[in-house]
């Protein structure tokens, strides 16, 4: 989000605080803000309903828009208000995008630029996460940086849980967690920075210094930091200690009233809502219109707590954080047998989402909601919560139990009635309770099944006085197992209840949310777990009861999941001794735009202020995967205020083809291909009039026939092109020697970019000549001026495209991004004015395509020793409705489908399938993950037949220097083995693994698993006239240096890194050398940033230029040999001589052929290894990783602390990949996963505890620039290490549980989510499902 200047942008950026109070005026609502001195009213919107991200009131845009609902942090800031109840200013953290402006009643809101500022002075916060290298892209920052000062705003001195816990609502997509949570921890009270001069092991500066080699742990330095002083906040403006007023705007009312009375009067009015959220998504994603809304918050009886008799009563709108504190203070002061449901309460919302949301949310709010998978409604009704429900003159408390929800998100209360409050009840002795929670991921807040259980013993007995097992997701509302929890009162015994369950808790086959088995086997692992707490409490382990001897080795499943403190190392080679302080290359200098990013004043595309006339574009997409266009009707949308027009595919004055291979269009003509394919766009005067216009289009359409699956590609024989095919040796004679053959299937999902800032262009008319200039988000200049240039028919020079920095790009921004920008220079074309289009995360996620799903058919030959000697692998991606890159994917793909492993007699073939889904594109690794995990699929199950340690049957077959590979290409310079080497010692491998199958034979229900995986990454675009690239340098007289190249800057650092370069060529300090954009006109004809080539590329540019540069120098510096750079400078320029230069690098030529199998590839490769430990939970698919090491060749590292943030970054992102990332689409080809609520991405949690990365030592790459290595891909591969980790733990337990299993190999598909791990560990309860 941005928000927009009106004139006061001077003003505010000054002020340190931004204040909020909302009043009544004129039907407009009136946003206050400035110094507490200097106030000043503006108005900012007359739509009260709408989101503090939604409108731009002070002209501030740190604050970003990255979901819009709730579900990244990316908009966090800190809300502070003066609470009458608790008679105090209290501040607390709240996503502006859920935040409806009319809330900010009396409530000043602090953004990211309130806190600190580049021009003034940095808060700690803003500056450790800079120099801590925090910050690649810099989009989620402001949000991480406000979650942390919240923080620190109520708690000085937090621990490192309460560092995590307070960014569990924050998404990053670059950095791989690890420096963030290293910066922060330098505030921390535990395990806080000593700046190594502590004694403890694990501190991230205590590694010891190898003197030998010079190997270094600190890429910064704590030392630096400021303290961090809380006496410096800002205050809580006093004006805002005032009375209330209600709002009233367009369309929608807001009320705020005092009294229950006041509620009630207003409660019966038709689609009134109570709080803020809902109103606010459903506005936004469902379209719909609440005309008034009731604010409840200031009600005191709503919002109290009393402790009482028989428990703790919550007014309805206390928040979750309000019940949370209050449990956590009663369990720590009451006996333990009181606590037994608020512990499970807290167990759920330590898992609910981040503390922006448990902060507004509230816990009547949820309750009302009725969700089918709340995860707290179970645990009340389990518990027998009681809720006082009142109306007009009336007042009832009744227990919650299972006729609360009589049909789906539907509860008792009458229309009329509201919840007043809930009393959660004290335990009694002789009470046990348990609550679960399970989702995609430990910190996915959308549960998969949810569940409270309660049981109470007859005093002194063993008999079960009373018994409640409740559940979310198991149907269309909270349910009550009634029917077990009687047999089980009258049998008593764990077995007879589990085959009650069994009977009861059915789900049909197409119930929603679907992983039927999954779900129905979780109920009986909750309940066994249940029930082996309850004995475990009843202090009856390893003692005999109704149901059998309890096994010691059980007691394991009934530990909570527990976030262990995160460790880390780092270690890089220092540069050699003797090298200038000046000369930075080698050096850990953190990112250059790092601190701007930290205190919200980088600027994005959509922060460009708006033009004066400047309108909206929405696009109009396909609801339909194949279908007719019969019709499209704007009627409608022509009625929505501020439409200006609907663009088609008629208003296109040049060529309404476009893409790579101009397949693709720009405006579907009478045919759609795939749901989110473009048919047209709407323009309107706001962005909320552009959404409710598109919404308004009505397109009729005829189905056709849709091919949704690479299966169904296959079926009816649907490609791109002719086969793709690499043979090398004689496969039939190799098979024919093979003591073994295994062959089998396999498949790995697709992957969504999640960039966090979604497409986005301005363009802007020129006036002259047709000229246009685009701002846009893209890592392609040239194709985006292209393709412009060839939809409106004009020559590529009047076509101006700038780019100041992404928000992210990972290949999603290679070629889809021109998908808005042509829509967009067309509508300034047609209209002439500026236009503006950020893509919601919805629609991004819909139309721009992701990683290529791959499936695999493979067939392996290899002798008893584990060496192979005969592959054939055939290959099926899926590319969606274009061809896009999808073909050099798959020759990517094809290139590392032997990983790392000499294979004497080999065939890769591949097919790209042509499906109707979005057309899928470039991503991280471009096809060579896919490749490889799909290698070292066939390679563990080599080392399972053979019965052999997959690290060794790995090293046996893997390449040594000058080997061939597969496509030919000799391998020099091959540093794999030594990564290996050094990997294995330094993770411990062979003692760990050793540990390892001994607390598997001591866990029953909890594995463990140990792999370590290598990797292998060509460097090189296979089409040889992308190996090139240009840059431009201008030096001024007073001696700065404006420099410009190809590339992008998207979050990788290569701003940072030709900065170095140029530094070290120039022997100048990085101060004078500054990098504005990258743009055609300084610039032209540029590949994309992408395939990790950018630095070699542009970096040998760039060196040339300043080579350019020098020699024009040289003269001046003879004659002044002790002159200053700026004396030489200045020099030259009054002798007439030109002070600006280009360069130019072409990288050697490809020439390699598929039908000779022969000719140059790849410049160099890039090497690492990774071995990761993870421990997984069999009975719900939990896991958690534990340990990971990586050895990472990335050449003479630019700069260590950018290329261990890449390496990071990459291998977080591939654990994503293998792990959490699951597309799923509806078998009509519509995506159902477009948020954050149903796509997960790793998060601060997921990330292993224990991360050692180490850059190899030693190894200059005479192929790139100072020797360095390309970084940015290679790594992300090694998350495969993760997966076969989790396949070596299902592995022991399927081993425990042989009865059950037939087969020594089995199928664990892409990712490895917790419904593949929990239906892949075999055992008693996964067969009775
Ligand atoms: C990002 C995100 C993460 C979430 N994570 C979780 C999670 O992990 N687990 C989970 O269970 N839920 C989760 N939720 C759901 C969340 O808990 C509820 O949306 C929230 O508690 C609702 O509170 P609210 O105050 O905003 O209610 P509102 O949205 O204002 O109200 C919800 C409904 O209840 C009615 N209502 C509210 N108060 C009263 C009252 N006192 N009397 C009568 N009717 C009333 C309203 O009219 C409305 O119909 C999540 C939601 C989001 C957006
Ligand atoms: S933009 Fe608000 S949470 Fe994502
Ligand atoms: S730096 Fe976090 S999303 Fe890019």
């Not at 009319?102 to 309130?114: A, K, M, N, Q």
């Not at 390893?542 to 149901?547: H, L, P, T, Y």
């Not at 055939?874 to 999808?886: I, M, R, V």
Request: glycine share 8%; proline share 5%; net charge neutral.
């Amino acid at each position: 989000m941005a928000w927009r200047p009106a004139g006061l942008r001077e003003k505010q950026q000054q002020s340190l605080h931004v204040s909020g109070k909302v009043a009544a005026v004129a039907s407009r609502i009136a946003y206050y803000l400035g110094t507490f001195t200097n106030a000043k009213y503006q108005i900012i919107s007359s739509n009260i309903s709408c989101s503090l991200t939604h409108e731009h009131p002070v002209g501030l845009s740190g604050t970003k828009l990255a979901c819009g609902e709730g579900g990244c942090g990316a908009c966090t800031v800190m809300f502070s208000k003066y609470d009458h109840l608790q008679n105090k200013i209290v501040h607390f953290p709240a996503n502006a995008c859920l935040a409806p402006i009319c809330s900010l009643h009396h409530v000043s809101v602090t953004t990211v630029e309130g806190i600190g500022s580049t021009k003034t002075r940095l808060h700690p916060v803003q500056e450790r996460i800079a120099k801590s290298h925090g910050s690649q892209c810099g989009f989620c920052t402001p949000g991480i940086v406000m979650s942390m000062y919240m923080l620190l705003r109520n708690q000085p001195e937090p621990t490192m849980e309460e560092i995590e816990d307070a960014l569990q609502g924050n998404l990053c997509r670059c950095t791989g967690y690890r420096p963030i949570l290293q910066g922060f921890r330098t505030f921390a009270r535990d395990g806080g920075c000593c700046g190594g001069k502590g004694d403890n092991p694990n501190c991230c500066m205590n590694q010891k210094k190898d003197q030998t080699v010079t190997l270094s742990p600190s890429l910064f330095n704590p030392e630096e930091f400021m303290p961090l002083d809380p006496t410096q906040e800002p205050i809580f403006p006093p004006e805002l200690l005032v009375g209330d007023a209600p709002g009233r705007g367009w369309a929608v009312r807001w009320a705020q009233v005092r009294m229950p009375g006041a509620a009630l009067g207003i409660k019966d009015r038709p689609a009134t809502s109570g709080f803020h959220f809902f109103p606010g998504i459903e506005m936004k994603f469902k379209n719909k219109l609440f005309p008034l809304i009731v604010c409840p918050a200031w009600i005191p009886e709503l919002n109290s707590v009393e402790h009482g008799e028989e428990g703790i009563s919550f007014g309805a709108s206390c928040p979750l954080s309000c019940v949370e504190k209050t449990l956590l203070d009663a369990v720590a002061q009451l006996p333990t047998h009181k606590t037994e449901v608020f512990r499970g309460i807290l167990e759920q919302l330590r898992w609910f989402s981040g503390k922006q949301l448990k902060s507004v949310a509230s816990v009547g709010g949820n309750i009302i909601t009725a969700s089918p998978i709340s995860d707290l409604n179970p645990v009340f009704m389990a518990s027998g919560a009681k809720l006082t429900i009142v109306s007009r003159g009336t007042r009832r408390t009744i227990r919650m139990d299972h006729t609360f929800f009589p049909g789906y998100r539907k509860t008792l209360l009458g229309p009329e009635e509201i919840l007043l409050a809930i009393e959660i009840p004290y335990s009694r002795e002789g009470e046990f309770f348990s609550a679960f929670k399970q989702s995609s991921g430990r910190e996915d807040y959308i549960p998969k099944v949810t569940s409270g259980m309660r049981v109470l013993f007859q005093p002194g007995t063993a008999q079960i006085k009373e018994l409640a097992l409740c559940y979310g997701g198991m149907a269309d509302r909270t349910i009550s197992a009634l029917k077990t929890t009687r047999k089980q009162l009258s049998k008593s015994c764990c077995r007879t209840c589990v085959q009650a369950w069994q009977e009861e808790l059915q789900l049909a086959p197409d119930a929603p949310g679907g992983m039927i088995e999954f779900r129905r086997t979780l109920t009986l692992s909750f309940f066994f777990k249940f029930y082996l707490t309850v004995l475990q409490k009843l202090g009856k382990v390893d003692s005999e009861d109704k149901c059998g001897k309890l096994d010691p080795t059980f007691a394991s499943a009934t530990l909570l999941f527990q976030k262990d403190p995160p460790t880390n190392v780092q270690l890089f080679q220092e540069v050699p001794k003797g090298q200038s302080e000046d000369d930075i290359v080698g050096r850990p200098l953190p990112h250059l735009g790092a601190a701007m990013q930290a205190c919200g004043e980088a600027v994005y595309c959509d922060d460009i202020p708006h033009y004066q006339n400047e309108l909206s574009l929405r696009l109009v997409t396909s609801t339909r995967a194949h279908a007719k266009i019969k019709s499209i009707d704007t009627s409608e949308a022509q009625k929505v205020q501020g439409f200006v027009c609907f663009l088609s595919v008629d208003d296109i004055p040049g060529s309404n083809k476009t893409g790579y291979f101009n397949d693709e269009t720009v405006f579907a003509k009478d045919e759609v291909t795939c749901v989110g394919h473009i048919i047209g766009a709407v323009v309107t005067d706001t962005p909320e009039h552009a959404q409710r216009a598109a919404q308004a289009v009505k397109i009729t359409y005829e189905d056709l026939p849709a091919i949704i699956t690479i299966e169904d590609a296959i079926k009816h024989n649907s490609f791109y092109g002719s086969e793709l095919k690499i043979e090398k040796g004689d496969l039939q004679k190799g098979f024919l020697e093979a003591d073994n053959i295994v062959s089998g299937e396999f498949y790995i999902g697709g992957q969504e970019h999640f960039y966090l800032e979604t497409h986005c262009t301005i363009a802007v008319p020129k006036g002259e000549a047709g000229e246009m200039e685009l701002f846009v988000s893209t890592e392609n200049t040239m194709k985006t001026q292209a393709f412009v240039a060839n939809v409106l028919g004009v020559p590529a020079n009047q076509i101006l495209v700038r780019v100041k920095r992404l928000g992210g790009g990972f290949g999603g921004k290679e070629t889809r991004s021109t998908l808005v920008s042509t829509a967009v220079a067309l509508a300034v074309y047609k209209t002439g004015c500026p236009v503006r289009c950020m893509l919601d995360r919805d629609e991004d996620m819909l139309i721009t395509g992701g990683r290529h799903p791959f499936l695999a058919r493979y067939k392996v030959g290899f002798m008893k020793t584990g060496r192979i000697v005969a592959l054939e692998v055939n290959h099926y991606s899926n590319a969606g409705n274009t061809l896009d890159l999808s073909e050099a994917v798959m020759q990517a793909a094809l290139f590392h489908m032997e990983s790392c492993y000499k294979i004497p007699n080999i065939r890769g073939t591949g097919r790209v399938c042509k499906t109707n889904l979005p057309s899928n594109t470039a991503f991280r690794g471009f096809g060579a993950p896919q490749a490889m995990l799909i290698a070292e699929q066939w390679m563990s199950e080599i080392a399972v037949t053979c019965g052999l340690p997959a690290e060794e049957v790995r090293r046996k077959n893997m390449y040594k220097e000058g080997d061939l590979t597969h496509f030919n290409q000799k391998l020099e310079g091959f540093t794999l083995t030594r990564c290996w080497d050094e990997c294995l010692a330094s993770s411990q491998y062979h003692a760990r693994k050793s540990e390892i199958d001994k607390f598997n034979k001591e866990n029953c229900w909890k594995k463990r698993g140990l792999c370590i995986v290598p990797t292998k990454f060509g460097i090189n675009f296979a089409i040889s006239f992308l190996n090139q690239a240009g840059a431009l340098i201008l030096v001024y007289t007073d001696g700065s240096v404006l420099l410009t190249h190809g590339g992008t800057e998207m979050g990788q650092g290569l701003h940072t890194k030709m900065v170095q370069v140029a530094s070290r060529a120039l022997k100048i300090p990085t101060s004078k050398i500054y990098i504005s954009e990258t743009s055609t006109n300084t610039v032209p004809n540029t590949s994309p940033t992408a395939a990790s080539i950018s630095t070699d590329l542009n970096g040998q540019a760039v060196y040339e230029a300043c080579q350019t540069i020098l020699k024009r120098l040289e003269p001046f510096k003879r004659k002044n040999p002790s002159g200053s750079w700026e004396d030489w400078v200045i020099a030259a320029y009054q002798d007439a001589v030109s002070l600006s230069a280009t360069g130019f690098y072409k990288a050697p030529e490809v020439t390699y052929s598929f039908e000779t199998n022969s000719g140059y590839l790849f410049n160099y490769f890039s090497y690492g290894v990774a071995c990761s430990e993870v421990e997984i939970d069999c009975l719900t698919g939990d896991h958690k990783n534990l340990r990971t090491d990586i050895v990472m060749d990335v050449g003479s590292s630019l700069n260590p602390a950018i290329d261990i943030g890449q390496v990071e970054g990459a291998f977080v992102q591939g654990l994503g990949l293998f792990t959490l990332e699951e597309l799923q689409y509806s078998p009509e080809g519509s995506l159902y996963t477009r948020g954050p609520s149903t796509y997960k991405i790793p998060t601060f949690g997921s990330i292993p505890i224990e991360f050692r990365v180490s850059l190899l030592r030693d190894s200059p790459n005479k192929k790139a620039i100072y020797a360095s290595k390309a970084v940015g891909e290679p790594p992300l591969f090694l998350a495969a290490s993760i997966f076969f980790a989790i396949k070596d733990a299902i592995h022991a337990a399927r081993a425990q549980h042989k009865d059950y299993n037939r087969k020594e190999l089995f199928r664990l598909d892409s990712p490895a989510t917790q419904e593949k791990i929990r239906n892949a560990c075999m055992d008693k309860f996964a067969t009775m499902v």
